[in-house]
């Protein structure tokens, strides 16, 4: 009988339930959409509750499409959006507040409070105070729910990112982990010593002893009944969506770069085992444990990537779908040279600038809705290109290749652009679901569905490969307009 590996993707704006067979083809998929809160301006929460049922509802989806059986389920996978906070009460197991989402720049006044701690926690974690993390996320939940602190120091809450909260819902109530790469994104977490660190749980106040147990990410993390209610398949994987892209894409090696292209867009190399202290605004994180063995990577954020298709859409409605971007951008010439900065949530790598808004440069009489759709597709190719750029300088490499993955690589428009514009051959894989497909390969490695990293190799394969066509002068000096477009933006 063949036997298959489940994976929930619980993204920003999704969940989705995939199907994998042992060569790594897709069998079946199904998603909901998550709804996103907006209670302040640059504020973004989730229910943790809609969170849970929509991982619910797409694992029943799927096993009701496929007539699949609880026997045929190898074991699950989990890959999670990153950073995101949820506490929640221990005796009831629901939470005390919505989730406070990695977007989300609430917590900005309590990372400005901690700004003479930055240099130890730089140190100890590889990343910077940013409301991005999920540190400030957990201390404002306490301050702001009743008798927050009192609660959490006499173990009554449970904290943790959308990794542990799925896990502990899936196996009612009886698992209370996270991993090594989603620990890695807390600001508690020290990963050179790869356990919570005394003195960060004391700069946000955190008692400690009421945090997660911390595994590898390829590891049996407890079961659940989800399929069929009766018969218990092992949970065998957690990692970060990042992470799991990373992995998913077989970047196995040391130098090894993968981009990310969803509400975000991230940019992950593999450092092995070297942790690079980062001077140019990018993170040191944790990329994977296995066996016991830990191996990190460096990272490059941009904020706004897919999320700004979202916009044209939902807000400015120049678009009725974010893949009707292609055709618009393919049918516009340059004669109209527009720049759109999408800093709707401020600026990511190299900038972190959390206080500068968005910006269209260069309208004249002429600009049309077209021009401003184009230019907010190539913004997210010129945000990923100074990523690229400051890790060339970050690591010493000459990055020739760049595996891409993420909804936004199947406009060809951009990805060929983003080829153009990083004079980088781009590579996508035939699975673009790298994120899902991650969790997938951690799980099998974990059940000895794959005996080694060498048979994940052998099975993954590439589709769509892009060469950079453009001449280096106009590179150059679209590049250089882009730069002085984000330099305005930050001076409004």
Not at 93 to 109: C, D, E, F
Not at 119 to 137: C, D, M, Q, W
Not at 145 to 164: H, K, M, S, W, Y
Not at 242 to 267: H, I, P, W
Request: glycine share 6%; hydrophobic share 35%.
């Amino acid at each position: 009988m063949e036997k298959y590996i489940l994976t929930i993707d619980q993204g920003t704006t999704s969940t989705r339930a995939i199907l994998f067979s042992k060569s790594g083809e897709i069998v079946a998929m199904s998603q909901r959409e998550i709804v996103n809160y907006f209670p302040q301006a640059a504020w973004v929460e989730q229910d943790p509750l809609e969170i849970y049922v929509s991982a619910l509802d797409v694992i029943n989806e799927l096993v009701i499409k496929t007539n699949l059986k609880a026997e045929q389920i190898d074991s699950l996978g989990i890959t999670n959006q990153r950073e995101t906070a949820i506490v929640w009460d221990k005796k009831t197991g629901l939470p005390v507040y919505n989730a406070i989402v990695w977007q989300s720049k609430q917590t900005q006044s309590i990372c400005d409070s901690l700004a003479d701690y930055e240099k130890v926690i730089r140190e100890k974690t590889g990343l910077i105070i940013n409301p991005y993390f999920s540190a400030s996320k957990f201390r404002f939940i306490l301050d702001n729910i009743d008798r927050g602190q009192d609660r959490a120091e006499n173990g009554e809450l449970l904290f943790g990112t959308v990794d542990t909260w799925l896990l502990y819902k899936l196996t009612d109530g009886k698992e209370y982990k996270t991993d090594y790469s989603n620990a890695s994104r807390t600001l508690l977490f020290n990963i050179h010593t790869l356990e919570w660190d005394d003195e960060l749980c004391r700069i946000f106040n955190i008692p400690k002893k009421y945090l997660p147990e911390v595994c590898n990410s390829s590891n049996i993390f407890g079961y659940t009944n989800v399929i069929d209610h009766v018969s218990y398949v092992p949970l065998a994987s957690i990692c970060g969506d990042q992470q799991a892209s990373l992995f998913g894409q077989n970047c196995f090696e040391r130098g090894d770069v993968k981009n990310t292209y969803g509400t975000g867009c991230f940019m992950l190399m593999n450092t092995k085992e070297e942790i690079v202290n980062s001077k140019y605004g990018l993170l040191s994180t944790i990329a994977w444990g296995i066996n016991g063995k830990v191996e990190y990577a460096l990272e490059g954020s941009v904020l706004i990537g897919g999320a700004s298709m979202q916009w044209l859409r939902d807000k400015l409605k120049l678009i009725s779908s974010a893949s009707e971007s292609e055709e618009i951008a393919k049918s516009v010439n340059d004669d109209e040279d527009i720049y759109v900065v999408p800093a709707f949530v401020g600026l990511g790598t190299p900038y972190w600038d959390n206080n500068v808004r968005g910006a269209i440069f260069g309208l004249t009489r002429n600009t049309s809705d077209k021009n401003i759709v184009k230019a907010t597709l190539e913004s997210i190719a010129y945000q990923s290109k100074e990523v690229i750029e400051v890790m060339k300088k970050e690591a010493h490499a000459k990055i020739t290749t760049l595996k891409v993955d993420g909804g936004a690589t199947q406009n060809h428009y951009l990805m060929q652009f983003q080829s153009d514009i990083l004079n980088v051959d781009i590579k996508r894989p035939k699975v673009s679901e790298t994120t899902a497909l991650g969790a997938f390969y951690l799980a099998g490695l974990s059940t000895g569905y794959f005996k080694n990293i060498e048979e994940i190799k052998k099975i993954h394969q590439y589709q769509d490969f892009y060469h950079p066509n453009m001449n280096e002068e106009t590179r150059r000096n679209k590049y250089r307009k882009w730069k002085k477009a984000v330099k305005a933006a930050r001076t409004f």
